[in-house]
C-alpha cells in the first residue's frame, strides 16, 4: 500500500501557483519524498525529490516540514500543459528501489 | 532526465497469441529495470523488477510464467505476454533505474497499450 494521503482532486487557474499537499506520517529516516506526475495516457515523468531540505528544479519547488511528515509539491506558474495526475511517493535511495504509487492528485489547470 | 522508448506503442493482438513489449533505455545504462500495468483509471502496479543479466522478481499475483521478461543488455529489457487473454489488456509502462551515469529517479518510458480481443 502506498505511504502517502494526497487530495483525490485540485483545480488551479493558469498563470497562478498551484500548491499540492501530501501527507507521509509514517515516512522513516532514509526515506525521501519523490514527485512524478503522469500525463493522460503517458508515462510517469520524474519532478524533484528531496529528503528534508527544500528543493527547488527548473519544473517545481518541494517544501518539507521540519518534521518530514508532510510536504507540499509547488508549480509556481501553472500552464494548461501541467493539467495531469500527482504522485507523491516516499522511497529510500541508493538500491533498486521500488515506487508504490497511490492514487495521486488529479490536477486540472483551467485557463 | 534519461530518454527511455517503448515498442510497440499500441498493440492489438487475438487471445492466445503472445505478444513482445521492448523497453529501450537510449542514453543511460540502466542497472535496473521496472514493468509496471495500469488498468483503465487506476494508478500503476509493479509487475516486476529485472536486473541486466539476472532473473526477474516478481510481485505477489504476477504470474512469471505468463509475463517472461529478458534483460539481457543494461539498455534492454523486454516483456513477453505469452497466451494473452482480455484480462491482460492494459498499459504496460518500464521504467530505468540506476546505472551509469548514476541516477536515484526513475525515468519513464512512453507505455505501451495493449488489447486482446
Known amino acids: 500500500d502506498a505511504k502517502t494521503t494526497q487530495p483525490t482532486s485540485m483545480d488551479c487557474a493558469e498563470g497562478r501557483a498551484a500548491n499540492l499537499p501530501c501527507n507521509h506520517s509514517?515516512?522513516?529516516?532514509?526515506?525521501?519524498v519523490y514527485w512524478y506526475r503522469q500525463i493522460h495516457s503517458q508515462g510517469p515523468q520524474y519532478i524533484i525529490h528531496g529528503l528534508k531540505n527544500n528543493e527547488t528544479n527548473e519544473m517545481a519547488s518541494l517544501i518539507i516540514t521540519e518534521d518530514r511528515k508532510s510536504s507540499t509539491l509547488i508549480l509556481p506558474h501553472a500552464t494548461l500543459r501541467d493539467t495531469a495526475v500527482y504522485y507523491c511517493?516516499?522511497?529510500?535511495?541508493?538500491?533498486?528501489?521500488?515506487?508504490?504509487f497511490g492514487k495521486g492528485t488529479k490536477l486540472t489547470v483551467n485557463p | 532526465g534519461a530518454v527511455v522508448s517503448q515498442h510497440p506503442s499500441w498493440v492489438i493482438c487475438k487471445s492466445g497469441t503472445s505478444v513482445k513489449i521492448e523497453c529501450r533505455s537510449l542514453d543511460f545504462q540502466a542497472t535496473t529495470m521496472f514493468w509496471y500495468r495500469q488498468f483503465p483509471k487506476q494508478s500503476l502496479m509493479l509487475m516486476a523488477t529485472s536486473n541486466e543479466g539476472s532473473k526477474a522478481t516478481y510481485e505477489q499475483g504476477v504470474e512469471k510464467d505468463k509475463f517472461l521478461i529478458n534483460h539481457a543488455s543494461l539498455t534492454l529489457s523486454t516483456l513477453t505476454v505469452t497466451s494473452a487473454h482480455p484480462e491482460d489488456s492494459s498499459f504496460y509502462i518500464c521504467s530505468i533505474y540506476g546505472g551509469r551515469p548514476l541516477s536515484y529517479e526513475q525515468y519513464f518510458g512512453p507505455g505501451t497499450r495493449l488489447t486482446v480481443t
Open positions: 511517493i516516499v522511497a529510500t535511495q541508493g538500491g533498486s528501489e521500488k515506487l508504490v
Open positions: 509514517t515516512i522513516s529516516g532514509n526515506e525521501y
